[in-house]
């Protein structure tokens, strides 16, 4: 582990450690303490859904392109570039290389179009995201004390998105320069014309999931006052200060917005945090162990067969 990841990692567990003792240790863990097992277990199926459906986006979008790779095969290359996209600081883009590097390994298709696989995947993803982020922002302006510019801007951003997403969809032209970059950009836009609807809606419930598995446990292992927009306002602009590639996952910066967030919509500091550590379990900490054996896994297979093709190669030599 390099240098900026380390001090990324003391970073972001110092800001967590600074809102625990704000927050208060006593109230957070009677918080934690209240909030049922089963509650957890079935926020974890949920997790386990959005997994399933973020590889369910790459099988489509591959299989669309002409690559044949199965799904539990997709499945296992996202969760090992979740893995490496949860320890680097660029949430949700560190891990592209290792999924690109293994979906051309296994979907058999060219770079090129790998590519085009990728920047639909992205497209059809984060666009839906920024345009919820920023209805939902905009409409709860209040929480955050936006001015009427902001509202503006962030009502803008929405608008901007949802344009970008129906062209999109309409299989307007993507410009590119360059013989691969050209290549890549028909390949994405063929894809986001052929399969684009569907994935982009798979990426709507996507990110409406994170926030109902919030509100969930909000209403049913807190018992906490909050309505489903307030809740899902808070979670989405937690996760676009995640985005932000300063810290490892987001690590501190998506806690901090968060209790802030659901502080400035009237709950206690406590409970905020627990809600923002608790959620962070079921869809950070715990993939983030599951995802670690499957790179792990995969890393020793490909190491075993690549010494077996050596073995082969001196026997054959």
Request: proline share 3%; glycine share 12%.
């Amino acid at each position: 582990m390099d240098i900026r990841r380390r001090w990324g990692w003391a970073l972001g567990c110092l800001l967590i450690l600074t809102l625990v003792l704000v927050g208060g240790r006593q109230q957070l863990f009677e918080s934690f303490a209240a909030i049922p097992a089963h509650v957890l277990a079935v926020l974890l199926v949920f997790q386990a859904a959005t997994l399933a459906g973020c590889a369910w986006q790459w099988t489509a979008l591959l299989r669309s392109a002409g690559g044949t790779v199965s799904f539990a095969k997709v499945f296992q290359i996202y969760m090992a570039g979740a893995f490496v996209e949860s320890v680097t600081p660029s949430v949700k883009f560190g891990g592209e290389a290792v999924k690109v590097f293994l979906y051309r390994r296994y979907a058999g298709l060219t770079g090129s179009a790998i590519g085009g696989v990728l920047a639909a995947q992205k497209f059809l993803m984060m666009v839906p995201f920024f345009l919820l982020t920023a209805l939902l922002v905009a409409y709860h302006a209040s929480l955050w004390q936006l001015s009427a510019g902001g509202r503006a801007l962030a009502g803008v951003g929405g608008a901007a998105a949802l344009v970008l997403l129906v062209l999109s969809l309409r299989k307007q032209t993507w410009k590119w320069t360059g013989s691969f970059f050209w290549d890549m950009g028909q390949t994405a836009r063929s894809l986001t014309g052929t399969c684009g609807l569907p994935v982009a809606m798979v990426s709507v419930l996507i990110w409406l999931g994170y926030p109902l598995k919030v509100h969930l446990l909000a209403v049913w292992g807190l018992d906490l006052p909050l309505s489903f927009s307030v809740t899902a306002a808070v979670v989405l602009a937690a996760y676009l200060a995640g985005l932000v590639p300063l810290l490892p996952g987001g690590l501190g910066a998506f806690e901090a917005v968060m209790a802030g967030g659901f502080a400035a919509a009237g709950l206690e500091p406590a409970e905020g945090l627990a809600l923002a550590l608790a959620s962070r379990m079921v869809t950070f900490w715990i993939p983030l162990v599951v995802s670690g054996l499957t790179a792990a896994s995969m890393h020793w297979r490909m190491g075993s067969a690549a010494r077996h093709t050596m073995e082969e190669d001196a026997r054959n030599g």
